[in-house]
Structures are given as C-alpha cells and as structure tokens.
C-alpha cells in the first residue's frame, strides 16, 4: 500500500499570521517519519468568497471556480491536520468557509490537530472537532497545543518551538494516531469503492 498522503492546513489567512511558524514546523516532524506523504494545504491559496451556492457539494455541485479547485485539491488527501489559531473561542471565519465549501472530499477521513493562543486553540479545537463529525471524518484524540506564556514567547519574541520540550513527543503521538487512522480508512475507503 502507498503512504497516506496528509495536508497540513494553514488555517489562518491574514498578512501578519503566525500560523506558518507551527505549521512548518510540524512539516519537518511529519516528514521526517518517512511513513507519510505529508504537504502544507495553505487557505491563502484558496480565496472563496463566504459560502454562496445553492447548497453544499454534497447535494448540488458548486459553481464557484476556486471552490471547485479547493474540492478537488481536498479529495487528494488521505488525512488532515489542522494548524489552527483561536478566534473569539472558536475556528477562524475563513476557516469555517473552507470547511464548508467541501463535503463528499472530507468524508471517512481522519482529522488531527495543532492548536494556538492563551489556551492552546484548545477551545477552537474542540468545536472543530465537532465540525468534523458533520463533515463525516474521524477527529483524533491526540492534539498539540502551544499554550500561555509559551505561546507568547514564540509569537511574539520568536522563540522556536525547538525550545519547548513537549511540543515533538505531543506532535509524534499525534501522526501516530493520524497515521493509523489515515492508513485503516484508506483501505476501507478501497473496500467499500
Ligand atoms: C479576531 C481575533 C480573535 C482572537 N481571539 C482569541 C481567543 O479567543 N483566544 C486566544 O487564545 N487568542 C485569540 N486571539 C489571539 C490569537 O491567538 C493570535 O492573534 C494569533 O496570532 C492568531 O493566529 P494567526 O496569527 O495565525 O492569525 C484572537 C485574535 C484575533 C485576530
């Protein structure tokens, strides 16, 4: 069987994010195993307007020209792992609409994830992770979380994520799990075509 083919989604858009930092850097872990083909899937990339068809995917097909490249790029994958920051406690927006701008590319699928902010994206997590279920896909237990001071110290006085020793062991429990769950739903995706 070939390797499970993951994104890492960038899930914040705006100019001066910090969302690249975590992101690259859960590259290098992702690559580094070997036992996945791992790429960044950066939401800047995919402008849609807020949501404005006649239904989801799932049901009537989209006419938007970026959302149909942000679908087909979407089904492409074998597995997720959402790099996301905390906005007002929950997802952030543009988030959201690129989440519901696809629907059959998510399904059977597994979700991982990497949070941000005061309390790690944790609460933004958490909602996501019930998104997920709608969307059909398996939300994984294991999360990573940059939290508190931490955070602080690498948003905004760049310390690396090197530096915090909990932060690999979390990220290689995390593509554990994702990659067991990315390699059984792939084979049952097969099965079941
Ligand atoms: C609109 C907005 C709402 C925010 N709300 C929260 C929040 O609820 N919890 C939190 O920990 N940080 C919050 N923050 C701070 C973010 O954690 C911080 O700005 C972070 O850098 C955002 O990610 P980004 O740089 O990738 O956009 C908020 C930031 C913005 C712009």
């Known amino acids: 069987m070939t390797q499970p ?3 890492i989604i960038l899930s ?3 100019a001066t994010r910090f969302a690249d930092i975590p992101a690259r850097w859960l590259l290098d872990h992702a690559g580094a195993r070997g036992d996945m083909d791992v790429e960044l899937l950066d939401l800047r990339d995919y402008p849609m307007p807020f949501f404005d068809e006649a239904a989801s995917n799932a049901w ?3 006419q938007d020209e970026i ?3 942000w679908q087909r790029k979407v089904a492409g994958y074998d597995g997720y792992i959402f790099v996301t920051a905390e906005y007002n406690r929950s997802i952030p927006a543009v988030l959201k609409n690129a989440l519901d701008y696809a629907y059959p590319e998510w399904n059977r699928k597994p979700a991982a994830f990497l949070g941000y902010g005061s309390v790690g994206g944790a609460r933004a997590v958490e909602q996501l ?5 709608e969307l059909q896909m398996a939300p994984t237990r294991n999360g990573v979380h940059l939290q508190g001071a931490d955070f602080l110290a690498a948003w905004q006085q760049g310390k690396p994520l090197e530096e915090f020793p909990y932060l690999a062991p979390n990220a290689a429990t995390m ?7 990315a390699t059984a739903l792939s084979r049952a995706r097969a099965e079941t075509a």
């Open 5 to 7: 083919r993951i994104a």
């Open 60 to 62: 009537v097909p989209s």
């Open 129 to 133: 992770r019930l998104i997920c279920v």
């Open 12 to 14: 914040t858009t705006r």
């Open 67 to 69: 959302a149909q490249a």
């Open 175 to 181: 593509l554990d799990e994702l990659h067991w769950w």
